[in-house]
């Protein structure tokens, strides 16, 4: 394969230039393991994803996704980057205002994401594993001055705590302290190899707006990304954390929150969770948004193919 056409997609918004962007590369079977990481590293954004054909009957596609310096299990915003180009393109021959279902497999397991339409756009729905929360094993002083906050600016609802995928979920008491804290980048990393951490989610319900259900940052050094502007993979888990917490109304058995990310750098996004409960207990959770493409063009893997003028 001597070159690639790619996108750059901006998901979790319809505003060019906001949201978190992402590459993506469809028909990608004719390219290595080791070609995808150095395609992810020149686009240098958060994450670039792959489609590849699918290795069992049961799934539509497979889905592979690289930051710029390693290969991740999950990631929402390049999966809502994906399908958006592939309902733009027609693909699998998508339609406006025709709602399909997909399986995709992925490193982390099967994922189903439905594609819908809303103003004539697609409108993403990916599911997401419900997870399971552990009290943060370590001393809290150390999290803070990782990033950036002192102890008193945590939450006195809950306390942080982590999931086994190596999230690690900080409620902070009110919004001036998320957009004022500090991260340092050399003490998560060592955090990170203590704990066999991937990223550090800080959050506040204290939004000042009714339509948003909490704000948070994501930051995740170890895989390459000082600061995520908007975490699909975060905030599907994050519902869960703050709705068993006690931070979100209980009593339903369907709920649909939002959460805001990326306003702090310049790139805000909004990601709609829907979760299903059943006696107390999350049966389902899916993270579902829009995205709009800024970018598209060819990237040529070959340095001795000529221009075609």
């Known amino acids: 394969m001597n070159s690639i056409r790619i996108y750059q997609v901006d998901a979790f918004t319809r505003k060019p230039f906001s949201g978190n962007p992402a590459g993506v590369v469809l028909n990608a079977d004719g390219l290595s393991s080791d070609q995808m990481q150095r395609i992810a590293n020149e686009m240098n954004l958060s994450e670039t994803v792959f489609m590849l054909k699918p290795e069992s009957e049961d799934a539509d596609l497979r889905i592979r996704w690289f930051t710029p310096s390693q290969e991740v299990n999950l990631c929402g915003h390049a999966t809502i980057a994906l399908f958006h180009v592939l309902a733009e393109q027609g693909e699998f021959g998508l339609e406006v205002n025709e709602p399909q279902s997909f399986v995709a497999e992925t490193k982390s397991g099967p994922i189903t994401v439905d594609l819908e339409w809303k103003d004539l756009n697609p409108y ?73 951490l991937t990223g ?110």
């Not at 943060?136 to 939450?155: F, H, K, T, W």
């Not at 306390?159 to 995928?165: N, S, V």
């Not at 895989?223 to 994050?238: H, R, W, Y």
């Not at 207990?281 to 899916?286: D, N, S, V, Y």
Request: net charge negative.
């Open 200 to 309: 550090f989610a800080v959050v506040t319900t204290d939004t000042g707006d009714r339509d948003v259900d909490w704000h948070m940052r994501f930051f995740a050094p170890s895989l390459g990304v000082s600061e995520d502007p908007v975490t699909g993979s975060a905030n599907g888990p994050m519902a869960a954390f703050l709705w068993e917490n006690g931070f979100l109304d209980k009593g339903k058995k369907h709920y649909s929150f939002k959460g805001a990310q990326g306003s702090f750098i310049g790139r805000p996004g909004y990601v709609t969770v829907t979760m299903l409960t059943r006696d107390n207990k999350i049966e389902m959770l899916e993270i579902s948004g829009q995205a709009v493409t800024v970018m598209e063009g060819e990237m040529r893997l070959n340095v001795n193919i000529p221009f075609k003028l």
């Open 124 to 196: 993403v729905k990916m599911s997401l594993p419900v997870p399971s929360f552990f009290p943060y094993p370590d001393d809290y002083s150390v999290l803070c001055a990782a990033i950036g906050v002192s102890e008193v600016e945590l939450s006195q609802k809950a306390k942080p705590q982590i999931t086994g995928d190596g999230y690690v979920f900080i409620p902070l008491a009110n919004y001036e302290s998320l957009g004022t804290l500090e991260p340092n980048v050399h003490l998560m990393r060592k955090l990170n190899e203590r704990h066999d």
